[in-house]
């Protein structure tokens, strides 16, 4: 009897360990303890991610920055004005056994708005207050069949797991600079990018000009270029001279990341 109790209290403590790595692991993936909640999902583009480009993010050639096809375009509900892009997300088609892929999970970053339609009387998927995710084709059969179309799914926020640091990416003109801020890791949504000359101690604040595309009328040519961005859960990471004095347009530049 002496041993089976040994054997017993022995089975509860691993019972116990695994539940507390099972929910630590858990509280590392989800944005502020937030749980699942429930959403529709459908998909645009072809199978090779055509008509995914570009987007509303302000982002350019996915596969060049490392985004590749795990992406989604948000509903108005979602999209926060551009203030969600660079967010990632866990998605599961729940609640249709006819259509869903059972089990399948996938997790994908928003790079794209999904614009609503006022004149639709149905399939009003991305009309305020639905919250919608328009999946890449890819993404979308990993959790339902083609022919669904359209299918209920339970998303929650998680941490975005990018390859490298931050990438600065510069574009504008003399006067008027522009720099798409991408591969951001951590929450992934950018709330704040602040930018400093070597020739100052003053940090100057960018203003948001669509998406994770930020500008500033500064003059800071020939100087080194430092960035400090700042995320939607108040956490900070400095790049310090991340450009060179001879930074030049059309060029991009890599700094630290959210780990």
């Excluded at 797991?161 to 992934?188: A, C, H, Q, R, S």
Aim: aromatic share 12%.
């Amino acid at each position: 009897m002496a041993a089976l109790y040994k054997i017993y209290l022995f089975c509860l403590q691993v019972v116990v360990i695994f539940a507390v790595v099972s929910c630590s692991s858990e509280d590392r993936y989800t944005n502020h303890g937030h749980g699942w909640n429930h959403a529709h999902a459908t998909f645009y583009g072809d199978i090779n991610g055509g008509e995914t480009m570009q987007g509303a993010c302000g982002y350019g050639n996915l596969f060049e920055q490392g985004y590749g096809l795990k992406t989604t375009a948000l509903s108005t509900a979602l999209f926060n004005n551009g203030a969600a892009c660079g967010a990632c997300f866990e998605i599961m088609c729940a609640n249709d056994p006819q259509w869903c892929v059972r089990g399948s999970v996938i997790r994908v970053t928003a790079t794209n708005f999904c614009p609503p339609n006022y004149t639709k009387t149905h399939d009003i998927w991305c009309n305020p207050p639905q919250k919608h995710f328009d999946l890449s084709l890819p993404m979308f059969l990993k959790i339902a069949q083609y022919k669904a179309g359209v299918v209920p799914v339970i998303y929650r926020r998680v941490v975005c797991w990018k390859k490298g640091g931050i990438k600065f990416e510069i574009k504008g003109n003399p006067y008027w600079m522009l720099v798409l801020v991408y591969n951001v890791g951590g929450v992934g949504d950018v709330t704040s990018v602040k930018i400093k000359g070597s020739s100052s101690n003053n940090w100057i604040d960018m203003s948001r000009s669509w998406g994770q595309n930020w500008h500033t009328s500064e003059g800071l040519q020939g100087q080194a270029l430092s960035f400090r961005v700042e995320t939607s859960d108040g956490k900070v990471v400095q790049s310090n001279d991340v450009a060179p004095a001879n930074w030049q347009l059309g060029q991009t530049y890599e700094g630290k990341n959210f780990h």
